[in-house]
């Protein structure tokens, strides 16, 4: 999903510009696109904010892309030192770097209703079936009382 102010084309460095911007008090911005399907919808504004840490599985961020464009999209983890982000309705996007990330999408806004943003509960299914998988991966090796206790159940 890309926001209507990336939509003219920017230099990676406008990301820092942002960042500064976001670091004065929170951003509203417009997006546009259905790449984060009912999450976020075209039209809506996402909040933006400063996060003192990186990304955490699930959450939503702003990054700008190598062409310059604003993305609003979930973090799905790393891979080396680049981080990797999505749509829900699409594939993985190309590899992001850290100097690249704006904020982190805290609500979303439309028709005059907000709403937060929260993380794995948004997650897309396909996530979800990954998470049980692994969990029930570690109940066989550590045995299920282990891993009940382990997630507070």
Same mark, same amino acid.
């Given at each position: 999903?890309?926001?209507?102010? @990336?939509?003219?084309? *920017?230099?990676?460095?406008?990301?820092?510009?942002?960042? !500064? *911007?976001?670091?004065?008090? @929170?951003?509203?911005?417009?997006?546009?696109?259905?790449?984060? @399907?009912?999450?976020?919808r075209a039209g809506s504004e996402v909040l933006l904010e400063v996060a003192n840490r990186g990304p955490r599985l699930g959450e939503v961020w702003a990054y700008v892309d190598a062409a310059g464009v604003l993305?609003?999209?979930?973090?799905?983890?790393?891979?080396?030192?680049?981080?990797r982000f999505a749509g829900d309705a699409q =594939?993985?996007?190309?590899?992001?770097?850290p100097s690249m990330l704006v904020g982190r999408a805290v609500?979303?806004? *439309?028709?005059?209703?907000?709403?937060?943003?929260?993380?794995? *509960? !948004?997650?897309?299914?396909?996530?979800?079936?990954?998470? =049980?998988?692994t969990l029930r991966g570690l109940a066989v090796r550590l045995g299920a009382r282990r891993v009940r206790r382990w997630l507070g159940r």
């Open positions: 999903m890309t926001s209507d102010a @990336g939509s003219e084309s *920017r230099s990676p460095a406008s990301a820092d510009l942002l960042r !500064r *911007r976001v670091q004065a008090g @929170g951003l509203w911005l417009p997006v546009e696109g259905d790449s984060m @399907g009912r999450t976020i993305v609003v999209h979930r973090y799905l983890g790393r891979r080396g030192r680049s981080m =594939h993985d996007d190309p590899p992001v770097e609500r979303v806004r *439309r028709n005059g209703r907000t709403a937060p943003l929260d993380g794995v *509960r !948004r997650l897309p299914p396909t996530a979800i079936a990954l998470a =049980h998988r």
